[in-house]
């Protein structure tokens, strides 16, 4: 309801003109909701526990069966139920806000809205379909300020509408709503782009959005012409790593420069660019010792040393969540790049986007997780997952000189992408057990590394998930269980999969017995990136083998579903905006 003004969300509640007081209440009315269900499942399985006890029937079974109904709940009941109290709440709120801002500029239109959107806003689109035009404007009811994208002005004020920049025309014009004719008479415009939005676990759509904005002396636009999707953007459309607010997707992405900060030196607009995941400033303790990825400035909301669960986590990310920074994604006509002085490397023309793409991700995490093996050549290389970085690692392997590489996977068509891309040797994991016939392929010791590129999705059978309601935990560590099981004694592991939690029955004796060294963490994309394109324009490694869908922007929700459903033999999906 109420597309007017700026799109709404699953709820109906619209995004512009509730502004920071519907963020804010929705976030904390969700996490209260989720924190009450789960404490009630566990009394409940508790109670129900000590009835069905004098029957000796299996607890386990009611576990499974709470889990699922509060699935079902949080993703599916509840979202009417909110809807309804949202649509209660927030139109009670504006009424307030009415007779507070009466004074204000354009207020009776706002009005005029509201009593649209209460009387038959599902019919506006029908009859009013310019009315998707009225934009984005975000008007805070606790400090009467407007807001145009993260820039506050006062209330009084007209919003001032950037200009295009020389930007290519790529979408339609957007009518200020605080000014409709203009300060000085004339229609104010501004420029919306598509970007794909993540709205709530399992919902994403392709939306109309502001056009990015320089905020920084040392920020660049870029014009993204190629980007993709990671398995790690999975983590958040599947709700493992939480979300609350609507944000821009994606991490993986490369462009042009349409426009530069001030303080810009490094590039030129028009310039082609790659751009690594990591946000980083250049210039701090880790960013100096090429750790880009624990950046002490570009995280400043959540960053610290604990590495916490929801708090003190590391450096900035493009598109991964208010955790790590709450920066937009690339997964857009546009996108702004900060600290463009460091991050981003330019690239020859010679070389089509697909080749170099993947220099912004899986290249270099496949790369680090063979790097920090320290490789002296001729060793056995196990690689688990057989993804895209699963396959950048097998890559990389061969290059820093393995004797043999293994991919481990339990899908036919991953396994077939391991032989066909990585010349691997390969092990279904779903018919056999791939640890014992690893060590059967080493004289019963085991490989000499082991790389876990699975993460916390791994496969979960029945008792996994049992389990995992038990112990309050979210996926599993089954893959990396198994790669310190399959790696030989004073062998070495490397973990690029992505954990966001702490689980129970970590493998800490059998490490220590083992002699096993282990390195997790985020790719220092930046620290090899220079290294990397150098090997791509020498032609040593092929990169876009591993692209099986190659679609539009529009069509980006649906590479969503094929890619998490693992259907239509989807291994790597690039997005044309």
């Known amino acids: 309801m109420l597309d007017a003004l700026g799109g709404a969300d699953e709820a109906g509640i619209p995004h512009g003109i509730f502004g920071i007081f519907a963020d804010e209440f929705r976030a904390l009315f969700d996490e209260t909701f989720h924190r009450l269900a789960f404490v009630a499942a566990q009394l409940l399985a508790d109670h129900v526990g000590n009835l069905i006890q004098p029957f000796h029937v299996p607890l386990g079974l009611f576990q499974v069966f709470f889990e699922t109904g509060l699935q079902f709940l949080i993703r599916g009941s509840f979202g009417h139920f909110r809807q309804r109290f949202y649509q209660l709440v927030f139109g009670a709120v504006e009424v307030l806000q009415f007779v507070m801002k009466k004074v204000f500029n354009s207020v009776e239109f706002h009005t005029f809205l509201f009593a649209l959107r209460l009387l038959g806003g599902r019919l506006l689109p029908r009859f009013f379909p310019p009315w998707e035009t009225f934009a984005f404007l975000r008007l805070s009811s606790a400090s009467g300020e407007y807001r145009q994208g993260d820039q506050v002005l006062p209330a009084r004020q007209p919003i001032q509408w950037p200009s295009n920049h020389g930007r290519e025309s790529h979408n339609e014009t957007h009518l200020d709503v605080a000014h409709p004719s203009g300060p000085n008479g004339p229609p104010l415009l501004s420029k919306f782009m598509k970007a794909l939005v993540f709205h709530h676990p399992g ?30 953007d999975l983590h958040i459309y599947n709700g493992f790593f939480p979300q609350v607010k609507d944000m821009i997707m994606g991490h993986e992405f490369m462009g042009i420069v349409e426009e530069i900060g001030g303080e810009v030196t490094a590039v030129r607009p028009g310039d082609r660019l790659v751009v690594p995941f990591p946000v980083a400033c250049g210039a701090c303790f880790f960013c100096t010792l090429g750790l880009p990825g624990h950046c002490e400035n ?162 979960r059978n029945f008792l996994d998930k049992v389990s995992n309601v038990f112990h309050a935990q979210a996926g599993s560590i089954k893959a990396l269980c198994t790669a310190i099981s399959a790696v030989r004694r004073g062998g070495v592991v490397t973990v690029v999969g992505v954990y966001g939690m702490p689980y129970d029955h970590f493998p800490l004796g059998q490490i220590f017995d083992k002699g096993i060294t282990m390195r997790f963490g985020q790719a220092p994309v930046q620290k090899y990136i220079d290294e990397l394109i150098e090997v791509v324009q020498q032609k040593r490694v092929v990169l876009d083998d591993v692209i099986t869908h190659r679609l539009p922007l529009e069509q980006a929700p649906h590479a969503y579903d094929i890619f998490c459903r693992k259907e239509d033999n989807c291994v790597k999906v690039v997005l044309k905006p």
């Open 298 to 459: 570009s995280n400043p909301e959540k960053y610290g040393p604990e590495g916490a669960m929801t708090d003190q986590k590391g450096g900035g990310l493009f598109g991964y969540t208010d955790l790590y920074g709450g920066y937009d994604g690339g997964q857009a006509q546009y996108v702004r790049v900060p600290y463009a002085n460091f991050g981003p490397r330019k690239v020859l023309s010679d070389l089509a986007d697909e080749q170099i793409l993947f220099l912004t991700d899986i290249f270099p995490t496949g790369y680090t997780s063979i790097d920090w093996a320290a490789l002296k050549g001729g060793e056995t290389v196990a690689v688990f997952g057989c993804g895209p970085v699963g396959l950048m690692a097998m890559k990389c392997a061969w290059l820093k000189g393995a004797g043999r590489v293994i991919g481990v996977d339990i899908l036919p068509y991953r396994l077939e992408a391991a032989r066909r891309a990585s010349r691997a040797e390969t092990i279904d994991a779903s018919q056999t057990d791939p640890v014992q016939a690893i060590r059967d392929l080493t004289e019963g010791r085991g490989a000499d590394v082991c790389v876990d590129a699975v993460g916390m999705e791994a496969d």
């Open 203 to 232: 919902k994403v759509s392709v939306d109309n959005v502001p056009d990015p904005q320089l905020q920084h002396p040392q920020d660049i636009i870029l014009r993204v012409t190629s980007t993709a999707i990671c398995g790690s």
